[in-house]
């Protein structure tokens, strides 16, 4: 079978999970488009909004529909590195053994993950970047596939710890979860005050899952795309002969080359899941926004006159 016959699969597959997902879930199309992409492309997700938005119930699901083990890890004040990755004990007969944490899991849901302090929080360095974890000198595997989905509450900033920029830089998009429309809300009440229980087929397996992320990479792109995606990433910078003006005024860090990477492994994915067979312009500008807006730093500046994150990549598209 060629890559092409290949992306029409996909499209059908990626069609029929989102049917699957609409069961349960209901509306947030962009949001779930993008935690697909997310892990279609190898990548984590971090999901920002309000509590009681069903961040946690879409996760679930889309592990449930993909077929992937899934954990779901509380981060609170106390939490400690050996609750995610697991710790050695003494087992009388076999000396230490390591006893797994539930981060060897497919896909972890890492909820309320700006809830712990960063030294738990630099527990899931080493996870997401190697899908390895060591613990006591001895290097361990995480399974394949890997991914963290972790979400994040706006309000209530008391109790926080702000998210390291290393940290945020590992995960691939930045993810709006808004409040469903009205007609959206009625449905949702609908389905979940009634004894209504959906239940969910499997839509696509690990080994499918795995051969649809080889695929994506092996999608070829046009050098003007390339060209595109890093000059945008670059505009985002102080100090160079990309620099705009909008830049100097209102931002104090940019973006470094891991937005290039995904700029482009997230227009592919973008593309093959609407039947393109390589990504343009567009497909880089529609995802620009979850992907760039959680590594730029504003000033005070911006602040001061209203420019939002999402404004000031709307005027360097």
Not at 20 to 27: L, M, P, Q, Y
Not at 29 to 38: A, N
Not at 196 to 212: K, P
């Given at each position: ?19 699957e997902i609409a069961k349960i879930v ?136 702000p998210l390291p920029e290393a940290q ?150």
């Amino acid at each position: 079978m060629s890559d092409k016959d290949k992306i029409d699969e996909l499209v059908v597959s990626y069609n029929r999970l989102k049917s699957e997902i609409a069961k349960i879930v209901v509306g947030q199309d962009e949001v779930i488009d993008q935690v697909c992409i997310s892990i279609l492309s190898r990548a984590h997700c971090l999901l920002v909004g309000v509590p009681g938005l069903a961040k946690t119930l879409l996760v679930n699901t889309i592990a449930q529909t993909l077929g992937l083990s899934f954990n779901r890890i509380q981060f609170t004040p106390d939490l400690m590195p050996s609750d995610i990755i697991g710790s050695e004990i003494l087992d009388e007969n076999k000396g230490f053994k390591f006893i797994n944490g539930p981060i060897f899991s497919n896909v972890i849901l890492a909820d309320e993950i700006n809830r712990t302090p960063p030294k738990t929080q630099s527990a899931l360095l080493e996870a997401m970047q190697e899908r390895s974890v060591t613990a006591a000198g001895t290097t361990y595997k995480l399974p394949n596939p890997f991914f963290v989905l972790a979400t994040q509450n706006p309000i209530e900033q008391e109790g926080t710890y702000p998210l390291p920029e290393a940290q945020l830089d590992r995960f691939m998009f930045n993810v709006w979860v808004d409040y469903p429309t009205y007609e959206e809300e009625l449905e949702i009440v609908k389905k979940t005050t009634s004894d209504q229980r959906e239940s969910l087929d499997v839509i696509l397996t690990t080994e499918q899952i795995i051969a649809y992320q080889d695929l994506i990479r092996r999608i070829p792109v046009a050098d003007n795309v390339l060209e595109y995606a890093v000059s945008l990433v670059a505009k985002t910078r102080l100090d160079n002969d990309k620099t705009t003006p909008l830049t100097e005024k209102y931002i104090t860090w940019g973006a470094g080359p891991r937005a290039s990477q995904y700029l482009i492994v997230g227009a592919k994915c973008y593309a093959a899941l609407r039947g393109k067979y390589s990504p343009d312009i567009e497909d880089v500008k529609a995802i620009a926004k979850p992907i760039l807006r959680h590594r730029l730093v504003r000033n005070y500046r911006a602040d001061a006159e209203g420019y939002s994150m999402d404004r000031i990549i709307e005027e360097l598209l």
